[in-house]
Structures are given as structure tokens and as C-alpha cells.
């Protein structure tokens, strides 16, 4: 992986889009005299999803149903991690939820915490690798080759890539279970030897107790409440568990590939001296694409995911007002001459993620073909 500062952008037109479309936002809250942050929609959202997550938790402790209401149970509870994690922590943790620094930090934690996450590798991650390099191969660890995934058309392509359109989503089911067991150590070990993670290596030993001790207290609670103080059998417990991670990673996972890995976003390689020849803002542009922007109910329930164009250019502004921000957007895109990438409907970006996954699968690497 190379380190974030090695990748730059460099704006030679002077494009002056960003600016223009951040003065009418800006002048958007202004007029409306509304706050960038949380409103009662999200704070009524954060009770609701959370009750997703920790009621059926106590309904199995406390009535102990048979085996199919059980897993019934875990399977809400997994709609309830997927939707915390899309509209609740993701929020929190760009510093979106509140104005408040310290309140962002809590929720952010306690959510994140709550999942069975890390909010240190989450951050650099997401919020650094992911949103500063969108889609540029080896530094956006979204799109890195993942076991038997290929996201980008500049990695080699393996024979069994030409069939991950259909098993991938098996994989994205296991992806937030695989994060709780393993995942959180495999990039800190991964972020600390690229340079990634700047900390000494005394705050380093700090953030590693703290990322054991939250997985020590979430299995406590998931797996050990149940099975040692209610007396639940553990392979109903341990079923269940899978049953909740099974949901939660299909949802997340997909939900993100809507916006990145679909058909019509680009790739752009630095040169050889690191650098991007485009303004950053139109770079997300083109590599983020929006869907169902008229669904409510899907953008209610996704966190605003599904407006990842807005999400891009202004992380720092809560997922609620993005529905009236994006035709700001669309406009001032279109009289630039830049692409404003969309699809319609949740349906035709699943199909366009799928057929992008087969285009892979069966692309040489670029890299290769340009040599």
C-alpha cells in the first residue's frame, strides 16, 4: 500500500466548480437557517435502529423462543447492524452527526463498538484511504483485490474472477464477521507498516489493548451472555450469530458497492510522480455514482448512501439533507460540463454492479495491456 502523501491531486485548470457548488450549499443552510448537522429525522432514526439492534437481543434472553423465532430474531438484529452502521456511526465518525466533536466521538464509538469494530482503523480506512483516493488501485482499500474479489481493472486477473459475479455475494456475508475476528489486526498491522498509522508505537500499544478489549466485551455480551448466564444452547446462539452477521455483511457490503463499483465510474492512475491530473472534487465525481434518489424509504433506511455523490464532496454534512442538496449538485455539475452519475433505482444498480464484477472478472490487467 502506499502512503496517502505520495498521492496528489493537482487542479491545473484551476477548475473552479468546488468552489461555486460550496458557496450555493453554504448559502442553502443559510437561507433555510438550518443546521449542517442531526435533525429530529435522524435523532428519531438513531432510537428506531437501535431498537432493531437491542430489542430482539433482549426478547432472546428474556423468552428464549424456539429455534425459528430465534433466528428471526438474529435476523432483525442484523437489519439493526446494517442500518446503525449506515446511518448512525458512518455519520458520527465523519464528524456529520452533531456539531458537537465530543458527541460525534462517543457515538462514533459506542456504535462502532457496538458492531464489534475498531473506530481507529475505520477512520483511516474510510475517511482517509477511501474518501481522499476514491477507486485509485492500492491506496482506496475498497477496492483492493479481496481473496477472490477484483475491483479494479488494474489488478491481474485469475481464472476464478470470471465466476465472482456469482459467489461474490456469499463473501459479502461474511465480510462484518470477518471484520470482528480478524480484520481489525490485519490493518493495523497493514496501516502501522505502510505508514499510514503516524502513531509511536506507545499510542500504538494503547489503540491494540483497546481494540482487543472491545472485542473481549462484544463476545462477552453476543455469545457469552446467552450461553452462559440464560443458559441458551451455544449452536443456537453461534447459528443465530451467523444469521446476523450473514445479514448485516450482504446489506453493507452491496449497499457500498452501489456507489463505486458499478458500470461508468473511472480508475485513474497517478504518474510516476504521484500525481492525479484533476481536481479532487470532479475526481469523486467521477468515480461515485448515486442511486433511487427518489426512494424514501430506501434512503431513510441506507443513511443517505444512496446519495454517495453528496456524501463525497461534503462528508461532514449529516445524510438527512442530502435529498435537497443533490439537485444543488446536479446543477452546478451540469454547467461544468461534469457527469453527474446516477442510477434510477436500487434494481438497475444491483445489475450494474453484477455486471461490472463480470467485466472484471474477464478484463486482461490494464497494466499489462498498456505495457
Same mark, same amino acid.
Not at 496528489?8 to 443546521?35: C, G, H, I
Not at 445524510?319 to 442538496?325: A, Q, R, S
Given at each position: 500500500?502506499? &502512503?496517502?502523501?505520495?498521492?496528489?491531486? =493537482?487542479n491545473?485548470?484551476?477548475n473552479?466548480?468546488?468552489?461555486?457548488?460550496k458557496?450555493?450549499?453554504d448559502?442553502?443552510f &443559510?437561507e433555510? !437557517? +438550518?443546521?449542517?448537522?442531526?435533525?429530529?429525522t435522524?435523532i428519531?432514526?438513531?432510537?428506531?435502529?437501535?431498537?432493531?439492534?437491542?430489542v430482539?437481543?433482549?426478547?432472546l434472553? *428474556?423468552?428464549?423462543?424456539?429455534?425459528?423465532?430465534?433466528? #428471526? #430474531?438474529?435476523? %432483525?438484529? $442484523?437489519?439493526?447492524?446494517?442500518g446503525l452502521?449506515?446511518?448512525?456511526m458512518?455519520?458520527a !465518525?465523519?464528524?456529520a452527526?452533531?456539531?458537537n466533536p465530543?458527541?460525534?466521538?462517543?457515538?462514533?464509538?459506542i456504535?462502532l463498538?457496538?458492531l464489534?469494530?475498531?473506530?481507529? !482503523?475505520?477512520?483511516?480506512?474510510?475517511?482517509v484511504?477511501?474518501?481522499?483516493?476514491?477507486?485509485? =488501485?492500492?491506496?482506496?482499500?475498497? %477496492? !483492493?483485490?479481496?481473496?477472490?474479489?477484483?475491483?479494479?481493472?488494474?489488478?491481474?486477473?485469475?481464472?476464478?474472477h470470471?465466476l465472482? *459475479?456469482?459467489?461474490?455475494?456469499?463473501?459479502y456475508?461474511?465480510?462484518?464477521?470477518? *471484520?470482528?475476528?480478524?480484520k481489525?489486526?490485519v490493518?493495523?498491522?497493514?496501516?502501522?507498516?505502510s505508514?499510514?498509522?503516524k502513531?509511536s508505537?506507545?499510542?500504538n500499544?494503547?489503540?491494540l489493548?483497546k481494540?482487543t +478489549?472491545?472485542?473481549i466485551?462484544?463476545?462477552?455480551i453476543?455469545?457469552?451472555?446467552?450461553t452462559m =448466564?440464560? &443458559?441458551?444452547?451455544?449452536?443456537e446462539?453461534?447459528a443465530?450469530?451467523?444469521?446476523?452477521h450473514?445479514?448485516?455483511?450482504?446489506?453493507?457490503t452491496?449497499?457500498?458497492?452501489?456507489?463505486?463499483?458499478?458500470e461508468?465510474?473511472s @480508475?485513474?492512475?497517478?504518474d510516476e510522480?504521484?500525481?492525479?491530473?484533476?481536481?479532487?472534487?470532479?475526481?469523486q465525481?467521477?468515480?461515485?455514482?448515486?442511486f433511487?434518489?427518489n426512494?424514501?424509504w430506501?434512503s431513510?433506511?441506507?443513511?443517505?448512501?444512496n446519495f454517495?455523490?453528496?456524501?463525497?464532496?461534503?462528508?461532514?454534512?449529516a445524510?438527512?439533507?442530502?435529498?435537497?442538496?443533490?439537485?444543488?449538485v446536479?446543477?452546478?455539475a451540469?454547467?461544468?460540463?461534469?457527469p453527474?452519475?446516477?442510477?434510477?433505482?436500487?434494481?438497475v444498480a444491483l445489475?450494474? @454492479?453484477?455486471?461490472?464484477l463480470? &467485466?472484471? $472478472?474477464r +478484463?486482461p490487467? +490494464?497494466?499489462?495491456?498498456?505495457?
Amino acid at each position: 500500500m502506499k &502512503q496517502k502523501n505520495q498521492i496528489r491531486f =493537482v487542479n491545473k485548470d484551476k477548475n473552479q466548480f468546488f468552489p461555486t457548488l460550496k458557496k450555493r450549499v453554504d448559502a442553502y443552510f &443559510q437561507e433555510k !437557517n +438550518l443546521s449542517k448537522n442531526s435533525n429530529g429525522t435522524l435523532i428519531v432514526k438513531t432510537a428506531v435502529l437501535t431498537a432493531m439492534y437491542l430489542v430482539p437481543f433482549a426478547l432472546l434472553l *428474556w423468552l428464549q423462543p424456539p429455534l425459528g423465532i430465534s433466528l #428471526l #430474531l438474529w435476523f %432483525i438484529m $442484523g437489519l439493526g447492524l446494517a442500518g446503525l452502521g449506515m446511518s448512525v456511526m458512518h455519520d458520527a !465518525n465523519h464528524g456529520a452527526y452533531s456539531k458537537n466533536p465530543a458527541t460525534n466521538y462517543w457515538i462514533g464509538n459506542i456504535y462502532l463498538n457496538m458492531l464489534g469494530g475498531s473506530t481507529f !482503523n475505520w477512520n483511516l480506512q474510510h475517511n482517509v484511504l477511501h474518501h481522499m483516493y476514491t477507486n485509485v =488501485v492500492h491506496v482506496d482499500e475498497d %477496492i !483492493n483485490d479481496k481473496l477472490v474479489l477484483k475491483f479494479s481493472p488494474h489488478t491481474p486477473v485469475k481464472s476464478f474472477h470470471q465466476l465472482q *459475479w456469482v459467489y461474490a455475494f456469499f463473501f459479502y456475508g461474511i465480510l462484518t464477521l470477518y *471484520w470482528v475476528l480478524a480484520k481489525d489486526y490485519v490493518q493495523f498491522i497493514g496501516f502501522t507498516r505502510s505508514g499510514v498509522n503516524k502513531d509511536s508505537r506507545a499510542q500504538n500499544a494503547v489503540t491494540l489493548l483497546k481494540i482487543t +478489549l472491545v472485542k473481549i466485551i462484544y463476545f462477552a455480551i453476543i455469545i457469552g451472555v446467552p450461553t452462559m =448466564v440464560f &443458559q441458551i444452547p451455544t449452536g443456537e446462539v453461534i447459528a443465530g450469530f451467523l444469521v446476523m452477521h450473514f445479514v448485516g455483511g450482504v446489506i453493507l457490503t452491496t449497499v457500498f458497492q452501489l456507489a463505486h463499483a458499478v458500470e461508468g465510474t473511472s @480508475h485513474p492512475l497517478p504518474d510516476e510522480k504521484g500525481v492525479i491530473e484533476n481536481d479532487w472534487a470532479i475526481h469523486q465525481l467521477n468515480t461515485t455514482v448515486n442511486f433511487s434518489r427518489n426512494n424514501k424509504w430506501l434512503s431513510w433506511y441506507v443513511g443517505g448512501l444512496n446519495f454517495q455523490v453528496e456524501h463525497h464532496l461534503f462528508p461532514k454534512i449529516a445524510h438527512v439533507h442530502y435529498p435537497e442538496l443533490a439537485p444543488i449538485v446536479k446543477e452546478t455539475a451540469e454547467e461544468f460540463g461534469i457527469p453527474y452519475l446516477e442510477n434510477p433505482s436500487f434494481g438497475v444498480a444491483l445489475r450494474s @454492479h453484477i455486471a461490472n464484477l463480470h &467485466q472484471l $472478472g474477464r +478484463l486482461p490487467d +490494464l497494466n499489462e495491456a498498456i505495457g
